[in-house]
């Protein structure tokens, strides 16, 4: 049966780190998936998760020396809030707020400097997000995203207030879960050989047969691949159709390799979690053959679509 999980992931806070929940799986079902979008205009970060043509003005404030705010993320507070030493960084560092009106930027101090997507550095960033999450909801900001100063953070909360609090509004008390679902495509096929009539002939005929078998291999291929992409759509789409009743949204991601046929997030309510939970574990528990990796909760990386325009201070 699945179990949930949050396994350690070495990848930038764009997709979503892994907790795992259990193995379901996979494809695309026609449901819409629902991404907030906000583009912001006047900010003045310093970032390297910023357009590559900033990354060689960070290179330049960096061999300037000075200090600089890390920012994680984005969250609804009007009063300034603490989160403890658990900053980026080889000490970790203070992670506060900077607040403006209702909503606050959840930041720790950092030299300015370039920050690597090592695993030490993303799981970093990604444990302030999950300890922020807990209590309230959060915008998560790309990994290695530095201003240079508490003012141009400010001012990115001025100029993009209305984008941040709509984007807030939208995703509050929503969480973000992971599912992979993968097979032993061998062992799969040896089911189809055992189900499917023509293919099962063939097979025999292989077995026995003198001499040439190349089209008969070429028909068996052709007619085993035809047969796995639709086992493959079979299993995704009702799997999808069940977790469909459960969750606000959801979104396919492209498949890695070749045992993998879904990688999908959910988007689910904060008070439907252990719903959402159930039901993976009910479909897990009726797919024996099918490995289901579960992850989550995370913030909603994969529903939420902030670009920044990055631009250079006037004072820089």
Same mark, same amino acid.
């Given at each position: 049966?699945?179990?949930?999980?949050?396994?350690?992931?070495?990848?930038?806070?764009?997709?979503?780190?892994?907790?795992?929940?259990?193995?379901?799986?996979?494809?695309?079902?026609?449901?819409?998936?629902?991404?907030?979008?906000?583009?912001?205009e006047h900010a003045k970060p310093v970032?390297?998760?910023?357009?590559?043509?900033?990354?060689?003005?960070?290179?330049?404030?960096?061999?300037?020396?000075?200090?600089?705010?890390?920012?994680?993320?984005?969250?609804?507070?009007?009063?300034?809030?603490?989160?403890?030493?658990?900053?980026?960084?080889?000490?970790?560092?203070?992670?506060?707020?900077?607040?403006?009106?209702?909503?606050?930027?959840?930041?720790?101090?950092?030299?300015?400097?370039?920050?690597?997507?090592?695993?030490?550095?993303?799981?970093?960033?990604?444990?302030?997000?999950?300890?922020?999450?807990?209590?309230?909801?959060?915008?998560?900001?790309?990994?290695?995203?530095? +201003?240079?100063?508490?003012?141009?953070?400010?001012?990115?909360?001025?100029?993009?207030?209305?984008?941040?609090?709509?984007?807030?509004?939208?995703?509050?008390?929503?969480?973000?879960?992971?599912?992979?679902?993968?097979?032993?495509?061998?062992?799969?096929?040896?089911?189809?050989?055992?189900?499917e009539e023509d293919i099962r002939r063939?097979?025999?005929?292989?077995?026995?047969?003198?001499?040439?078998?190349?089209?008969?291999?070429?028909?068996?291929?052709?007619?085993?691949?035809?047969?796995?992409?639709?086992?493959?759509?079979?299993?995704?789409?009702?799997?999808?159709?069940?977790?469909?009743?459960?969750?606000?949204?959801?979104?396919?991601?492209?498949?890695?390799?070749?045992?993998?046929?879904?990688?999908?997030?959910?988007?689910?309510?904060?008070?439907?979690?252990?719903?959402?939970?159930?039901?993976?574990?009910?479909?897990?528990?009726?797919?024996?053959?099918?490995? +289901?990796?579960?992850?989550?909760?995370?913030?909603?990386?994969?529903?939420?679509?902030?670009?920044?325009?990055?631009?250079?201070?006037?004072?820089?």
């Amino acid at each position: 049966m699945p179990t949930r999980t949050k396994q350690a992931s070495a990848r930038p806070a764009s997709s979503s780190r892994t907790k795992s929940k259990t193995p379901v799986p996979v494809e695309a079902t026609k449901r819409a998936s629902k991404t907030v979008s906000a583009h912001v205009e006047h900010a003045k970060p310093v970032g390297a998760a910023a357009a590559a043509e900033n990354r060689s003005r960070l290179l330049e404030d960096v061999e300037a020396g000075g200090q600089g705010k890390y920012v994680y993320c984005i969250v609804r507070s009007d009063t300034p809030l603490q989160f403890g030493r658990i900053g980026i960084g080889a000490k970790p560092t203070e992670v506060r707020s900077i607040n403006y009106k209702d909503i606050a930027a959840v930041v720790s101090d950092t030299p300015l400097q370039v920050y690597d997507a090592t695993r030490e550095n993303v799981l970093a960033h990604e444990s302030v997000n999950e300890a922020v999450m807990k209590s309230h909801t959060v915008i998560p900001m790309s990994f290695a995203t530095v +201003f240079k100063t508490r003012e141009d953070i400010l001012e990115l909360l001025r100029s993009a207030y209305d984008a941040f609090h709509d984007v807030l509004t939208k995703m509050e008390d929503k969480l973000e879960f992971g599912l992979k679902v993968l097979w032993e495509t061998p062992e799969i096929v040896r089911q189809i050989e055992t189900e499917e009539e023509d293919i099962r002939r063939l097979k025999t005929e292989l077995s026995s047969q003198k001499g040439s078998t190349y089209f008969a291999r070429v028909q068996y291929d052709r007619l085993v691949t035809a047969a796995l992409e639709a086992r493959s759509d079979r299993y995704v789409r009702g799997i999808m159709d069940e977790l469909r009743d459960v969750s606000v949204a959801s979104r396919w991601n492209k498949p890695i390799g070749d045992k993998m046929i879904l990688n999908a997030a959910f988007l689910v309510s904060r008070d439907k979690e252990s719903v959402f939970d159930t039901k993976v574990k009910e479909i897990g528990a009726r797919h024996s053959k099918l490995n +289901f990796r579960y992850t989550g909760p995370w913030p909603p990386y994969n529903f939420v679509n902030i670009r920044l325009k990055l631009e250079r201070a006037k004072d820089a």
